[in-house]
Structures are given as C-alpha cells and as structure tokens.
C-alpha cells in the first residue's frame, strides 16, 4: 500500500472520529467500578438525574476526563456546540486519551439503556 493512501486512510478515520465521536465505542457498557463524565443535554432527565443512574449501576461521576476515566456519556440532545463541528472540551479531551492509548470510551446517553 502506497504512502500516499495509507494518509488518506488516517485522514478518513480522523475525520470519521471528528464527525462521530461514538464510533469507536464498542457499545456495551459496564457500570460497576467504572468512572463516567457526563456531558449535553440528556434525553433521559437532568444532569442530576443521570449521575444519580450511573450511580445506582455501580458507577462513578467525575467532573472532568482524566486517563481514569471509563466512559464519556454525550448526552441524547448534545449541545449547541455540536452543531458548530465543536465537541466541546470534555470530548476532546477523551479523543486525546484515546489518541494516547487510553481505553476511555465514549458513548451516546442511549447506550445506557441497553
């Protein structure tokens, strides 16, 4: 495979990543031990509301993305930003922790509820 095309290839993925963040999740969440962030505006209820979810599955609320977190929950009705092409900081900061090798996941609001 030429030079040329394996660039357009790592441009693509970049690009894919940038356009849906989600992809690379594999979907399935586990609560129990795990550290989430959450972040938008939720389908399911308040901020408040989520933790308190999150929280009765076992897990764990942290403010911001550190390499100990698990998941990065994006909420169903995101955020103003989003429409911009701008993820906000909480997803760009996870998408660093993965560039890095980090194993943080991140996932749609609806993903909780499988």
């Not at 993305?65 to 990065?72: A, G, L, P, S, W």
Request: net charge positive.
């Amino acid at each position: 495979m030429g030079r040329l095309m394996k660039m357009n290839q790592k441009s693509l993925w970049r690009r894919s990543k940038l356009l849906d963040p989600t992809k690379a999740s594999n979907g399935n969440v586990e609560f129990d031990g795990k550290n989430f962030v959450l972040t938008g505006t939720f389908d399911h209820g308040t901020r408040e509301q989520m933790e308190d979810f999150v929280i009765s599955k076992g897990g764990t609320i942290l403010k911001s993305v550190t390499k100990k977190c698990d998941y990065v929950v994006i909420g169903g009705q995101g955020s103003e930003l989003y429409a911009l092409g701008n993820y906000g900081t909480k997803v760009k900061k996870a998408l660093d922790w993965q560039s890095k090798g980090v194993p943080v996941q991140i996932v749609n609001e609806s993903a909780l509820f499988i």
